[in-house]
């Protein structure tokens, strides 16, 4: 039962209190009431606000109620919308993924060729100055900060669409405007990240086609193309759909909590994810995914993976982008992860040292590897 009361006994006041129980929380405003005796001398017990909740790193505290995801992480239980992810993994695509989380219903034929269609048109036209800040990268620049570079670029080109630019409130209660901001955001980060991936790779960039999907234009435009047919590998299309459900959203992270934190100030929509984007660069959110590239590049070959987890069970490295501490069980997306992999090209030797590392976390009793961090990296970038 996650309703009830919790009775609170202050000792310094002998004083009860009954705290409402609401889906296994409490809400903290609640001790505002509790206050430390008049006589104390302590300024920290005289405080107007009451008895205050001390948590470093928020690691139990909920600061929002999603209506879009459920995680258990003792259970290893993942959902959207009341739907476990093992029923749709395989087969939702990306449109039908957006359609769902944000207007909480799988859109029908109709709907999901019209956003389908909305997505390219928002993508066609490129303004030149959001492409001549990627390209004014050296190559070898990190992909986050082009692309960061270039959204930045996108708002400079519509300055209307900041309302600190505008002076007025645009988006709150304005859902119609909301609507058109989500699909000129994703358009505008696919773009982002199509350039900086054909710039990184030397590889011209090509707009997207009138008739393809967001997954196979966003290869298009990053230059993943076969040479012979100029079209996307449907396997990277079909596993990048799928590792995208698996990772699609899970719940407050660090990232959504400066996107969030920024549409708070109610901020425009690319402002935020600009934001998200450099919070969660950090190695200890998703730019973990690239920083274990690094790492496997440096192990070099198969027969010295022991070592370099003998050296984590050291304290000598670290190890970063594997397992998640979101869960205290398996991962349940390691699972679908799993099947993936096997999908895909066995004989790749990326492939080989990352199941070896996997083998070996499981001796060391960790959780082990988020496959779907790792491989939205490796096939996007």
């Known amino acids: 039962m996650s309703e009830g009361v919790l009775y609170v006994t202050d000792s310094r006041t002998s004083l009860e209190y009954q705290i409402p129980i609401h889906r296994n929380t409490i809400n903290a405003v609640e001790f505002q009431s509790i206050k430390g005796p008049v006589t104390d001398s302590d300024l920290a017990d005289q405080v107007g606000n009451g008895l205050r909740l001390f948590d470093p790193g928020f690691k139990n505290t909920a600061v929002s109620e999603s209506r879009i995801t459920f995680i258990d992480g003792a259970q290893g239980i993942v959902q959207y919308r009341g739907q476990n992810i093992a029923d749709f993994w395989q087969t939702a695509g990306f449109e039908d993924l957006v359609h769902f989380l944000v207007w909480d219903r799988w859109p029908s034929a109709v709907e999901k060729e019209a956003l389908r269609s909305e997505l390219v048109k928002a993508a066609q036209e490129v303004p030149e100055s959001v492409k001549r800040v990627i390209r004014g990268f050296p190559k070898t620049a990190a992909p986050m900060q082009m692309i960061i570079a270039g959204l930045a670029a996108y708002l400079g080109e519509d300055p209307k669409s900041i309302p600190a630019y505008s002076g007025r409130n645009l988006y709150q209660g304005n859902l119609s405007l909301v609507d058109k901001a989500i699909i000129r955001t994703l358009a505008a980060f696919q773009v982002c990240a199509g350039l900086a991936a054909s710039h990184r790779n030397g590889a011209p960039f090509a707009g997207v086609e009138a008739d393809g999907s967001f997954l196979s234009n966003l290869l298009i435009m990053m230059g993943k193309v076969d040479k012979g047919t100029g079209k996307p590998d449907p396997n990277a299309i079909r596993a990048i759909q799928r590792i995208w459900a698996l990772g699609a959203d899970l719940g407050h992270t660090n990232s959504t909590s400066a996107f969030l934190l920024g549409a708070s100030t109610l901020s425009d929509p690319l402002s935020c994810l600009i934001s998200a984007l450099s919070s969660g660069y950090g190695i200890l959110h998703f730019g973990a995914a690239e920083a274990s590239f690094k790492s496997l590049a440096a192990i070099g070959s198969k027969k010295m993976v022991p070592y370099v987890i003998n050296k984590v069970k050291r304290k000598e490295a670290k190890l970063y982008g594997y397992g998640h501490r979101m869960f205290n069980t398996v991962d349940p997306r390691v ?47």
């Open 335 to 381: 699972i679908f992860g799993a099947r993936i992999l096997n999908d895909l090209d066995s004989k790749t030797p990326w492939w080989k040292s990352q199941w070896r590392l996997i083998a070996l976390q499981g001796k060391m009793n960790t959780s082990p590897l988020e496959a779907s961090k790792q491989m939205r990296t490796y096939l996007l970038v």
